[in-house]
């Protein structure tokens, strides 16, 4: 399968701000539609939204804990379209990691200094092996790395299912995993929060007291410390560069000397990683265990919106993931609010990039108000 | 033997039923592809057939005009996905990603409306009919329970699937409309130079799979269960595309690939039914490592449509 065209490239590699900032527009616009059809006062609805977001630190830090893992996925499937690879199987690169992360944090016994690295070490390995499987029957057999990371991604939801039903792992007739060792946990200040001392604090503080009711982690520091990563390997080392070319024109980096296979794997092995990172700083910072998953939980799935919306790049990532968190995270007041749908916030962020695969519509917009 | 022979209808009358709503939407599948234009909407697009189909079906108690809204609705989204991909260039891969926001999202924001805030119908009063169900039962040709009973008394919308694949060959590859639409998704600048409407084509093709993605939905919510809820379609559009692939975007291909995805479930639904310590997880992820396996053994990359995902701009070649 042929499917990522020249144009696709030119489009994801150079689409501008600007147009997604009229995505952004055209997408709230439409969810507005929709609401004042439905026969809700769409201003009251996004009003509930921003009220739900920043009215209260804790709902900031909710947002933030919301978002890091779709920032982080965000980063993976777009570093793997700078590639010009579509990375579907963030979803299931995220799975195997969370799982990774949690095995490791359950079984091994090590300071919190060791521990936590290895644990996201691990973690980020095993997300590397599951996207450099998708690129490495891309680059020599030339299945398309689409439907391998479709495959892929039941096999990680099944294998992870499969691994709560091992006596030693998963706690038997509830289908969830051992919790984590406090020694594997990002937590800030999980433990103290419990004392009489950290329940005093909360009550005395209004702000800080208020932002550690929610589950507060390192998770963030990781994103953003991950985005700038992305953002340096790709623009400012050769491996960056190199990737970057075969994105552009494989032919001409092949062409240019450029190992367009080896790209591929690293590329996609890289986007994997990272998607595995997600999966890990979930388990590691909020969940503290992986459960059965009955269905997608679809991280990975957003991830791809994060990307999108976000340009591929590092900081539109973050960006476009505390959007996404936001509306996740602020969405759900909406129904309680005004008794509009919590569903809306689906229907502006497909939108946005439904918006943001036609420029053509866009600019056919502009240019006939100009004229 | 007797209950070896009514296990074996049981497994292969499960498969059907749950190969059925796999095989609608793959046939949407194929009908996109070959015309050149990829639809990875069609997980949202049977999302919102599901959805459509359960509650058409609960309000007028009607399934068939159920089956019929589904469709519809699938085929809406269609239409949404034809406009941005062939009127305005879109990158298809991209537009569908939207259409499985905004196909299951639709649905979820209507349900939410007709069903008190509810992310799932209510049980329809009358599900799709099982049409040969008068030949079963006490006094009658077979007993019930038995081989027969177990493998042929199915609902009507696997015996139409069947005969959908049988159609949509014929179409494809026995009629004029079949053989432009191959056309245009092997060579639309040739086809375009023979007057062939590559435009239409397209927006014709690609409607159709919603519509049939949205048949897909539908005989998910209203034949195999009896209610839409927000976790029934759950890849299984994903799922259709891979045994598209796998079916070497061939109506029958595809067929053959739905009915191994369908019979893993038959099987793990089997093994369950009867305590086999054997690992469900393990033997539900089997088809999708068979896929894997047999795309790298034998599929190579040269089956697809030739112009597959390539945008055809009539300006740039006439």
């Given at each position: 399968m042929n499917l990522t065209g020249s144009k696709m490239k030119k489009l994801l590699l150079t689409g501008s701000f600007g147009l997604t900032l009229i995505s952004i527009l055209l997408g709230f616009l439409v969810g507005a539609i929709v609401l004042l059809i439905a026969g809700f006062n769409p201003l009251e609805a996004y009003w509930a939204i921003i009220k739900g977001v920043l009215s209260k630190p804790k709902y900031v830090s909710y947002v933030i804990i919301y978002a890091t893992p779709l920032i982080i996925t965000g980063l993976s499937v777009a570093f793997a379209l700078r590639t010009g690879l579509f990375n579907i199987g963030a979803e299931g690169q995220f799975i195997v990691g969370a799982m990774a992360a949690a095995i490791a944090g359950y079984f091994i016994q090590l300071p919190i200094l060791l521990h936590v690295p290895l644990c996201i070490f691990l973690a980020m390995s095993a997300g590397a092996v599951w996207g450099g499987i998708a690129g490495h029957i891309k680059a020599r057999f030339g299945v398309h790395e689409v439907i391998s990371t479709i495959m892929l991604n039941w096999i990680a939801l099944y294998l992870s299912n499969w691994s709560l039903t091992l006596q030693m792992f998963g706690k038997q007739g509830t289908g969830k995993s051992h919790m984590i060792q406090e020694t594997a946990r990002i937590d800030l200040f999980g433990q103290w929060k419990i004392t009489e001392a950290g329940i005093e604090f909360i009550r005395s503080h209004k702000v800080l007291g208020d932002i550690l009711k929610s589950p507060v982690n390192l998770g963030i520091i990781f994103a953003l410390l991950f985005a700038f990563l992305m953002w340096y390997i790709l623009n400012k080392t050769t491996l960056g560069y190199e990737l970057r070319a075969v994105g552009f024109n494989p032919d001409a980096a092949e062409y240019g000397g450029i190992n367009v296979k080896k790209s591929i794997i690293t590329s996609m092995s890289i986007a994997g990683s990272l998607a595995g990172a997600a999966g890990a700083l979930q388990v590691m910072g909020v969940s503290h265990k992986i459960a059965k998953l009955a269905i997608m939980e679809g991280y990975g799935f957003d991830g791809i919106a994060v990307a999108l919306i976000g340009n591929n790049t590092g900081p539109g990532s973050v960006f476009a993931g505390l959007l996404?968190?936001?509306?996740?995270?602020?969405?759900?007041?909406?129904?309680?609010?005004?008794?509009?749908?919590?569903?809306?916030?689906n229907i502006?962020?497909?939108?946005?990039?439904?918006?943001?695969?036609?420029?053509?519509?866009?600019?056919?917009?502009?240019?006939?108000?100009?004229? | 033997m007797e209950l070896i022979i009514q296990d074996l209808g049981f497994i292969i009358g499960t498969t059907l039923m749950y190969s059925t709503p796999l095989i609608f939407t793959s046939l949407g599948g194929v009908i996109t592809e070959r015309?050149?234009?990829?639809?990875?909407?069609?997980?949202?697009?049977?999302?919102?057939?599901?959805f459509a189909g359960a509650a058409v079906a609960y309000f007028s108690q009607n399934p068939w005009l159920g089956l019929l809204c589904a469709a519809l609705?699938?085929?809406?989204?269609?239409?949404?996905?034809?406009?941005?991909?062939?009127?305005?260039?879109?990158?298809?891969?991209?537009?569908?990603?939207?259409?499985?926001?905004?196909?299951?999202?639709?649905?979820?924001?209507?349900?939410?409306?007709?069903?008190d805030g509810a992310?799932?119908?209510?049980?329809?009063?009358?599900?799709?009919?099982?049409?040969?169900?008068?030949?079963?039962?006490?006094?009658?040709?077979?007993?019930?329970?038995?081989?027969?009973?177990?493998?042929?008394?199915?609902?009507?919308?696997?015996?139409?699937?069947?005969?959908?694949?049988?159609?949509?060959?014929?179409?494809?590859?026995?009629?004029?409309?079949?053989?432009?639409?191959?056309?245009?998704?092997?060579?639309?600048?040739?086809?375009?130079?023979?007057?062939?409407?590559?435009?239409?084509?397209?927006?014709?093709?690609?409607?159709?799979?919603?519509?049939?993605?949205?048949?897909?939905?539908?005989?998910?919510s209203i034949a195999v269960v009896s209610r839409f809820s927000n976790t029934l379609i759950s890849?299984?559009?994903?799922?259709?595309?891979?045994?598209?692939?796998?079916?070497?975007?061939?109506?029958?291909?595809?067929?053959?690939?739905?009915?191994?995805?369908?019979?893993?479930?038959?099987?793990?639904?089997?093994?369950?039914?009867?305590?086999?310590?054997?690992?469900?997880?393990?033997?539900?992820?089997?088809?999708?490592?068979?896929?894997?396996?047999?795309?790298?053994?034998?599929?190579?990359?040269?089956?697809?449509?030739?112009?597959?995902?390539?945008?055809?701009?009539?300006?740039?070649?006439?």
């Open positions: 996404f968190g936001a509306l996740k995270y602020g969405g759900a007041k909406i129904q309680d609010a005004v008794g509009a749908p919590t569903e809306v916030i502006v962020v497909g939108t946005i990039i439904l918006f943001i695969a036609m420029p053509k519509l866009i600019q056919v917009i502009f240019k006939s108000r100009k004229g | 015309s050149g234009v990829i639809n990875i909407g069609l997980e949202g697009m049977m999302y919102f057939g599901a609705g699938g085929a809406f989204w269609g239409l949404v996905h034809a406009i941005a991909c062939v009127s305005f260039s879109a990158e298809q891969i991209v537009s569908g990603i939207a259409l499985n926001f905004l196909g299951a999202g639709s649905a979820l924001f209507i349900s939410r409306l007709l069903f992310t799932q119908t209510l049980t329809v009063a009358r599900k799709i009919p099982q049409p040969l169900d008068f030949l079963f039962g006490e006094g009658k040709m077979f007993p019930s329970s038995g081989f027969m009973d177990l493998v042929f008394n199915r609902f009507a919308t696997v015996y139409l699937a069947f005969f959908l694949v049988f159609v949509v060959w014929f179409v494809l590859y026995k009629t004029k409309l079949g053989m432009r639409v191959r056309a245009v998704g092997e060579n639309p600048e040739a086809a375009n130079t023979l007057g062939i409407n590559v435009t239409r084509i397209r927006y014709g093709a690609v409607i159709m799979s919603g519509f049939f993605a949205g048949l897909g939905g539908a005989a998910m890849g299984h559009g994903f799922i259709a595309l891979a045994a598209m692939i796998f079916g070497k975007w061939k109506p029958q291909g595809a067929l053959v690939a739905c009915l191994l995805f369908g019979a893993a479930k038959g099987f793990e639904i089997f093994l369950g039914s009867k305590g086999v310590p054997v690992a469900g997880d393990i033997l539900a992820m089997l088809p999708y490592v068979l896929t894997l396996i047999i795309l790298v053994g034998f599929v190579g990359k040269t089956t697809a449509p030739a112009a597959i995902g390539k945008i055809f701009d009539k300006g740039d070649h006439s």
